[in-house]
């Protein structure tokens, strides 16, 4: 998921992801260029833009894999169900991006045996109004990247997550009016952390609907400070059609799922029909062991869950605070009782359940 450069004698380079995303481009520069009336591939018309050039894509099917390094340019289909980027199961991403600023808009990427739509080490990006479907591993993608904002955009039939973020501190990223389906996680989050907000938007038939987790594999472990507002999470785990493999089931049939990280904020999902959990506080163990602390989950629904709506357990699961949920079960019993969000706190109460198993088959 990284992205470098080799420079081979005595010359002067300057990365183009170096300069912050405001000194990139003062202005829009107000060229647009056209594919494929004024360039063949879309590849083309990215290597002719500079800084606040458009490039705009007209109807039509491209096989091609595109890459991107200079910073501020937008890419823009102008019809996102009829501008398709189609990897056919040979190609390995549809748009990768390694410069700042830049927008991708308004398209589709199927078929990839990778990813849809990737960010990697930048800073300042923005998705919107994207398709992505039938890749490889993600959908819509951001590693190591912050300052940015996926919107009004679908994604489905990734193994891996149909929208992903990680390995960043602070993020400062927004996901609004997304919708994630029928993949290994409908959202997921690794070590991504700060001003990290997922908002209206819906996760359904998914192996596991929502997830931020810890790895020690990335940097910037651990995750923390994600907030989850307004979301609908549904059927997670319900069903076999969700595409997934190894990684992913060991979080399958939970709706929203807090592993390893810290300072959580979760309030106002509706989360029915988990097959295991429908919103689960635990920690993880990898190369280090990180509890789960400091979340608040409050003024969720969470109804029809196969083991327990809301479920809290392990080794260092403290500090955690339960209120004004609507629900019907609770691993260990009283768990909002016992953990509430006010003075009366007994945060014992979930770390009693730590020889439980909460992810089920």
Same mark, same amino acid.
Do not use: C, Q
């Given at each position: 998921g990284m992205v /470098?450069?080799?420079?081979?004698?005595?010359?002067?380079? &300057?990365?183009?992801?170096?300069?912050?995303?405001? @000194?990139a481009v003062e202005s829009a520069t107000g060229v647009t260029r056209r594919v494929p009336q004024d360039y063949p591939t879309i590849q083309n018309g990215v290597d002719a833009a500079n800084p606040?050039?458009?490039?705009?894509? +007209?109807? /039509?099917?491209?096989?091609?894999?595109?890459?991107?390094? &200079?910073?501020?340019? &937008?890419?823009?289909?102008? +019809?996102?169900?009829?501008?398709?980027?189609?990897?056919?199961f040979g190609l390995g991403t549809g748009i990768m991006v390694g410069g700042n600023g830049?927008?991708?808009?308004? !398209?589709? @990427?199927?078929?990839?045996?990778?990813?849809?739509?990737?960010?990697?080490g930048v800073r300042g990006f923005r998705g919107s109004y994207l398709?992505?479907?039938? $890749?490889?591993?993600y959908g819509i993608y951001a590693f190591g990247s912050t300052d940015g904002l996926f919107e009004h955009s679908y994604a489905s039939g990734s193994p891996d997550s149909a929208f992903y973020v990680g390995q960043c501190a602070p993020c400062r990223v927004v996901l609004?009016?997304?919708?994630?389906?029928?993949?290994?996680?409908?959202?997921?989050? &690794?070590?991504?952390? /700060?001003? !990290?907000?997922?908002?209206?938007?819906?996760?359904?038939?998914?192996?596991?609907?929502?997830?931020?987790?810890?790895?020690?594999?990335?940097?910037?472990?651990? /995750?923390?400070?994600?907030?989850?507002?307004?979301?609908?999470?549904?059927d997670s785990g319900a069903d076999n059609e969700a595409a997934?493999?190894?990684?992913?089931?060991?979080?399958?049939?939970?709706?929203?799922?807090?592993?390893?990280?810290?300072?959580?904020?979760?309030?106002?999902?509706?989360?029915?029909?988990?097959?295991? $959990?429908?919103?689960?506080?635990?920690?993880?163990?990898?190369?280090?062991?990180?509890?789960?602390?400091?979340?608040?989950?409050?003024?969720?629904?969470?109804?029809d869950s196969g083991r327990a709506d809301l479920t809290a357990g392990g080794l260092g699961t403290m500090r955690n605070c339960f209120s004004g949920n609507v629900y019907r079960s609770s691993l260990p019993w009283g768990l909002e009782a016992l953990n509430g969000c006010g003075k009366f706190r007994l945060p014992v109460a979930s770390d009693l359940s730590s020889d439980m198993t909460f992810f089920g088959s």
């Open positions: /470098g450069v080799v420079v081979v004698g005595n010359v002067e380079y &300057t990365p183009p992801g170096s300069r912050g995303v405001l @000194a606040g050039d458009l490039v705009l894509i +007209d109807k /039509g099917e491209y096989t091609e894999s595109v890459f991107v390094t &200079t910073p501020s340019i &937008t890419l823009r289909g102008v +019809d996102r169900n009829a501008v398709v980027l189609d990897g056919k830049v927008v991708i808009e308004n !398209m589709t @990427a199927r078929n990839y045996t990778l990813n849809g739509f990737f960010w990697t398709t992505a479907y039938n $890749n490889g591993d609004n009016d997304v919708i994630g389906e029928y993949s290994g996680l409908g959202y997921s989050g &690794t070590n991504s952390s /700060g001003d !990290m907000y997922l908002i209206n938007s819906r996760f359904a038939h998914n192996r596991s609907g929502i997830s931020t987790t810890t790895f020690d594999i990335e940097l910037n472990p651990p /995750g923390r400070d994600t907030t989850i507002i307004g979301n609908v999470v549904s997934g493999f190894y990684a992913t089931e060991t979080l399958a049939g939970n709706g929203i799922a807090l592993v390893g990280t810290h300072n959580n904020h979760v309030e106002r999902n509706y989360v029915v029909r988990s097959r295991n $959990n429908g919103i689960v506080v635990i920690p993880i163990l990898d190369r280090h062991y990180w509890p789960s602390t400091g979340h608040v989950v409050r003024n969720n629904t969470v109804l």
